[in-house]
Every structure is written in C-alpha cells, then in structure tokens.
C-alpha cells in the first residue's frame, strides 16, 4: 500500500452505510490506500458497529466506533457541531468530500479515484459512488453470534419450502409509501400462492399494522417479529440486521421502491429481487 490514506464516515441507515463501505474498500483498493472508517451514532443508525458485526478483516481497512475526540475531529461537519471539524479536516487532509456534493458528483460521473490517488482525503457518503462486487458485502459484514442465531432461528422456519422474502416500507420513507402500497405486495403474494401453495413468507416491515394486517391475512404460512419496530435503539437495529440477513436467505424477495434495505438484502448472497410498485 502506498503513503495516502481515505479517512471515510459512512451515515444514513443501515442499507445506506452498508453499500457506502462497500464502495469504499472498492476504492481504497483501486488507489493502493489505506482506508480509515469512523462509524458514527447518531439519527439515522443508533448502534456501535461492535453490536452489530464482526471486525471487518482486511489488511488495509480499519473500522473504528467513534468516540468523542473523534466526533469533534471526524464527523461531518454540521450545524450541530458549530462545523468545528471542518478546520480539523481541512488542516489535515488534502481534499474532502461531504454526503450532500456525493449524488451530484456519481451524476457528473465523477472519476473519485483520480480525486483521491497519491493523497490525504476524506469523505462522507450515504450511498454507494464507487460500483463493487456484490459479494464483498457478505465477506465485510459478518453479524455477531447472537444476531446470528435469531437468523438462523428464522431460517429454519423456511424448513425446504419455498421461501419468498417481503420487505414492506413504510414510516417516512415517502417514495415506497407512495409507490408501494401494501395491497400491491398482497396481490403478488397471492399470485405467487396460487402457483405454489407450499411458499412460505417472511416479512419485514418497520409497520405494526403492516404486521398485523398480513399476519391475519396469510397465517401459519408468514413469518415476521412481532416486537415493535425501534431504530432508534440498539435493540432495534440490531433486530434490523435480523431482518436483513433473513430476507437474504429466501428464494425472492419482493421489495419497497427506492429502498436500500430492500436492495442490499438481495445483494448480501445473491437473491432475487423484484421491486413492488405501481
């Protein structure tokens, strides 16, 4: 590897993060540098990546849960910080990057890699700017051994059947409320039964009535958690990589419009994914 070094901070939520990394070892990778990634708590992912998975093991990449010197050093900066680590950055990095500029620039076809060869940079970023392998992801992101047993809890209720994953989007996420109503999801899975009446489904959803509403519907033949949907504890996120990994265990996987969760859950070991929408 050579002298420069990525200093990178993923944000969002889980999907957000998870793709964002991705690309991240991709590109520190392509430039032969060393990858710094601070993981930060805050609105968008309420958990220590310690909580979650397993140290990412790769030679050049070391992921790090930021505590607060590195909050005032590392973070975006932001209103809520009074923008203090932008001095930091901008003293000790060549170039930076921020989520905002990120989107414009994967329009623009922005070649990061000439941006960041031979030098000192840092980024922060929501989504995935730099394209990667599919399945690098499953290698980085290994969940903890007791989310992974609620994992394959959850599989063995798949039990040889077919298996179709349903991942139902709702609270604030405009565009799959929208574009992905619930009944559309009811119409395909019934399609899908009257083909075959052995499928079995498992749902995640961070809507209670969704649950409710689907379990009455579908019985015996639907699996989802009935604990109330929090990503705004540990808990929470940690049941959402329970989620994740599950759907990615099914057969297909009908998914919400424009939803990372929906897209790195098909991506994590190679299922299908059919996006529900109008």
Not at 102 to 127: E, K
Request: with cysteine; charged share 20%; proline share 5%.
């Amino acid at each position: 590897m050579s002298t420069s070094l990525f200093c990178f901070v993923p944000t969002g939520g889980l999907g957000n993060r998870m793709r964002a990394i991705a690309s991240a070892v991709t590109l520190a990778d392509v430039i032969e540098s060393t990858l710094q990634i601070y993981w930060f708590q805050d609105w968008g992912l309420q958990a220590p990546f310690a909580r979650l998975f397993h140290p990412i093991r790769t030679s050049h990449v070391s992921l790090k849960d930021a505590d607060a010197p590195m909050r005032l050093l590392y973070d975006r900066p932001r209103r809520k910080n009074l923008f203090i680590p932008r001095l930091f950055q901008y003293l000790c990095f060549d170039r930076c990057a921020y989520e905002r500029s990120i989107t414009p620039l994967c329009r623009q076809h922005f070649d990061f890699a000439q941006w960041a060869q031979a030098r000192r940079v840092y980024m922060a970023s929501y989504t995935d700017f730099y394209p990667y392998d599919a399945s690098l992801l499953s290698r980085l992101f290994v969940p903890v051994e007791a989310i992974g047993q609620r994992i394959n809890d959850n599989r063995s209720f798949f039990q040889g059947k077919p298996a179709v994953g349903v991942h139902i989007r709702r609270t604030d996420h405009v565009d799959a409320i929208a574009l992905s109503p619930t009944e559309l999801f009811v119409e395909r899975m019934d399609g899908i039964l009257d083909l075959r009446p052995d499928t079995v489904f498992y749902l995640a959803t961070d809507s209670e009535s969704v649950k409710h509403e689907l379990k009455n519907r579908y019985g015996q033949r639907l699996l989802t958690s009935m604990q109330p949907a929090d990503r705004n504890s540990v808990e929470g996120i940690r049941q959402g990589v329970v989620e994740m990994y599950t759907l990615a265990h099914t057969d297909l996987i009908l998914g919400s419009c424009r939803s990372s969760f929906s897209e790195l859950a098909a991506q994590l070991f190679g299922a299908e994914l059919q996006v529900v929408k109008k």
